[in-house]
């Protein structure tokens, strides 16, 4: 169910018919704390996405920030109410890990979408481009010469003792060298511009959620999303599937499967989805076999040979014959049939060591010493606690600092310091001593905030994006958008949707064509 024909008109025709007349005064009066943004406020320590510090709308942002002051609060509610509802109907989930239970909930979706300039996204795009061509080649190097090791850019106990390391990788050929085929980067803004928070490359998620919300949004006010001219995200399954075609050598028709743990995984929605999308199969272990080196698909017409695995199983659980033995989810033989070169696995195994908090501080040093470039996107300033100084920095600042777990993800084993009890950060201190590589910190950042309809209110929310990479053979190619998450709670910092973020769709809009 979506929002119905009149509203979707009414929301459209008053942007439309505000258009020209706000246009020559928008960047004069003030908007934010008038029409929909009456509940809206602004602070300075805080980049709006949408208002300059003086309440007017940044440019990029008038047809859209018009519209929503121009729209009545029934007409918000209703716009909220069908997007909401078509995740619901699309069944657009996503997996709590409580302390007791384990629950599914329909993603939370704010209908107002973020709006960046195409030169802004261009910065982003040149920004990912050159970091995942360093990643490649640093995890070709140290599952092969190792020279960044010896030569002091990275410790060698920081790789050689990170868990994602796979000693069964080392001399393994990776097709192509390319390790990490799909990457997702979280990237944040603050006053001093946009910065890589993290490097998502083992089984990076979200890329449903980004398609959703833009389908949601399309269908939700068309008039007005045809009226900024958008780039496109929803070629994205296509290009999914291309990129990882091109890694294959040996047949011009591969067989490309989605490996999935199953049903019961917290992310089951989106691998279902991208496989119905790309077109290709969608498999459990158990529906795999190796026969002479080969794996093969089991189907009612008898075995189909899989040429590339995109997988969304752990390094851990792929082969029982070479990882863990008691898995129930991976194919036995997999791994030998990958490095004898008869199957692509994407992404690669190993790559995980990559995507450690710890050795992300290096991240710029890889890009100096591999591409002899100075990095383009900067990264947020870290503090490793396995060192001595890393370690006491972080206790003497707990109150400032977000500390996380090196190999953590979805918001989960970490502490916001600033928003912290006094209890938690005396029992977070206590596993930062007891166990201090396990820990990076981080300063709390001024994120970007933008606006959200909240309680039938627009009201300003922090956010972050994450985009997804695509490598192939010869090419890279960037989804020009992103999964957009928001911090639903007033003034929380945590956007993961495991603690109580959402997602909105992002808008990248080309300069020429806004004031078309």
């Keep these: 169910m979506t929002v119905t024909t009149s509203t979707q008109d009414n929301l459209s025709a008053t942007a439309h018919l505000s258009f020209d007349r706000e246009r020559q005064s928008v960047a004069g009066p003030t908007v934010a ?59 657009i989930t996503f997996t709590v890990i409580g302390k007791e239970e384990v629950t599914e909930q329909i993603i939370p979706i704010d209908c107002v979408p973020r709006v960046l300039t ?24 140290i599952y092969h010469e190792g020279w960044s090791l010896r030569d002091g850019i990275v410790p060698y106990e920081l790789v050689l003792g990170c868990p994602q390391y796979r000693m069964e990788m080392l001399g393994t050929k990776v097709p192509h060298d390319i390790y990490v085929s799909v990457c997702g980067t979280d990237i944040v803004r603050t006053r001093d511009g946009f910065a890589v928070l993290e490097d998502n490359l083992r089984v990076p998620s979200g890329v449903s959620y980004m398609l ?21 995200v929803l070629p994205y399954p296509g290009q999914l599937y291309s990129q990882l075609a091109s890694l294959v050598t040996w047949t011009q028709s591969p067989r490309i499967a989605v490996l999935t743990p199953g049903r019961y995984n917290s992310a089951y929605y989106e691998h279902a989805f991208l496989a119905g999308e790309m077109g290709a199969e969608l498999v459990e272990g158990r529906d795999l076999v190796v026969h002479d080196g080969l794996v093969y698909m089991r189907t009612v017409t008898g075995l189909k040979k899989v040429d590339v695995i995109y997988r969304r199983v752990d390094d851990d659980f792929l082969d029982p014959v070479t990882f863990r033995n008691d898995s129930l989810l991976g194919v036995p033989g997999l791994f030998h049939a990958y490095r004898v070169g008869n199957v692509v696995i994407a992404n690669a195994p190993g790559t995980g ?5 710890a050795l992300y501080a290096y991240v710029p040093d890889l890009i100096r010493y591999f591409l002899s470039e100075e990095p383009i996107l900067s990264n947020v300033e870290t503090y490793l606690c396995r060192t001595t100084e890393g370690l006491t920095y ?78 192939g053979r010869k090419e890279t190619w960037i989804a020009p958008g992103g999964l957009c998450r928001v911090a639903l709670r007033q003034g929380s910092l945590v956007v993961n949707s495991s603690q109580g973020g959402g997602c909105k769709d992002l808008w990248i809009i080309n300069e020429e064509e806004r004031n078309s």
Excluded at 60 to 83: C, H, I, K, S, Y
Excluded at 395 to 413: H, R
Excluded at 424 to 432: G, H, Q, S
């Design 33 to 91: 704390g008038k029409g929909g943004f009456s509940d809206y406020s602004i602070e300075s320590r805080f980049r709006d996405e949408m208002f300059h510090d003086d309440g007017t709308l940044r440019t990029v942002a008038e047809r859209l920030g018009t519209a929503l002051n121009n729209a009545t609060p029934e007409q918000l509610m209703q716009l909220q109410d069908g997007v909401r509802r078509q995740f619901l109907h699309e069944g």
């Design 118 to 141: 195409a030169s802004e996204w261009d910065h982003i795009d040149q920004g990912l481009r050159q970091r995942l061509r360093a990643i490649n080649l640093f995890l070709k190097d």
């Design 212 to 232: 959703a919300c833009r389908a949601a949004i399309k269908q939700a006010m068309p008039r007005l999303y045809r009226a900024h001219n958008v780039r496109e």
């Design 353 to 357: 060591v990559a995507d450690d908090k």
């Design 394 to 471: 972080t206790l003497e600042n707990l109150d400032k600092l977000v500390v996380k777990e090196v190999g953590g993800s979805g918001g989960y084993g970490m502490l916001v310091g600033p928003h912290a009890s006094a209890k938690e950060k005396k029992d977070f201190a206590e596993r930062l001593r007891t166990d201090p590589a396990n820990f990076i910190s981080q300063p709390t950042l001024a994120l970007s905030r933008a606006p959200c309809f909240i309680d039938g209110k627009v009201v300003p929310r922090h956010v972050d994006v994450r985009p997804f990479v695509l490598q």
